[in-house]
């Protein structure tokens, strides 16, 4: 399945994976014995890592969608995420060709609406 903009525009032709991560929100303090001592603030934030493949144009999109915080859809084998892109995707040459076939491998993660 593709992944989708919130605009059902195409952002990437093929998945290749999905993982799951949790972000916590860590202060580390040493205490005066010398120990260390991590608090863990709030609940673990739920966000996975992407990779996948996309045409050029599908890579303007997703790349907007990510600069514009635009929610993403993906559907990989079953399971469905819909989030936030963080940061800014990865893209490096997956094959060569002409352009109107060449392919982009794309690497990001995004936060996870519950």
Same mark, same amino acid.
């Given at each position: 399945?593709?992944?989708?903009?919130?605009?059902?525009?195409?952002?990437?032709?093929?998945?290749?994976?999905?993982?799951? =991560?949790?972000?916590?929100?860590?202060? &580390?303090?040493?205490?005066?014995?010398?120990? %260390?001592?991590?608090?863990?603030? /709030? +609940?673990?934030?739920?966000?996975?890592?992407?990779?996948?493949?996309?045409?050029? =144009?599908?890579?303007?999109?997703?790349? &907007?969608?990510?600069?514009?915080?635009?929610? %993403?859809?993906?559907?990989?084998? /079953? +399971?469905?995420?819909?989030?936030?892109?963080?940061?800014?995707?990865?893209?490096?040459?997956?094959?060569?060709?002409?352009?109107?076939?060449?392919?982009?491998?794309?690497?990001?993660?995004?936060?996870?609406?519950?």
């Amino acid at each position: 399945m593709p992944i989708k903009d919130a605009y059902n525009n195409v952002c990437a032709s093929h998945v290749l994976s999905v993982i799951p =991560e949790h972000e916590a929100v860590k202060v &580390e303090n040493k205490t005066l014995n010398g120990r %260390v001592h991590i608090q863990t603030t /709030g +609940d673990p934030i739920d966000l996975v890592e992407v990779q996948c493949l996309s045409t050029y =144009e599908q890579w303007e999109t997703l790349s &907007e969608a990510s600069a514009k915080s635009t929610p %993403v859809f993906v559907d990989f084998e /079953g +399971d469905y995420y819909d989030g936030l892109i963080t940061g800014r995707p990865s893209r490096s040459l997956f094959n060569r060709g002409k352009r109107i076939s060449r392919l982009y491998e794309i690497r990001f993660t995004m936060y996870i609406n519950e």
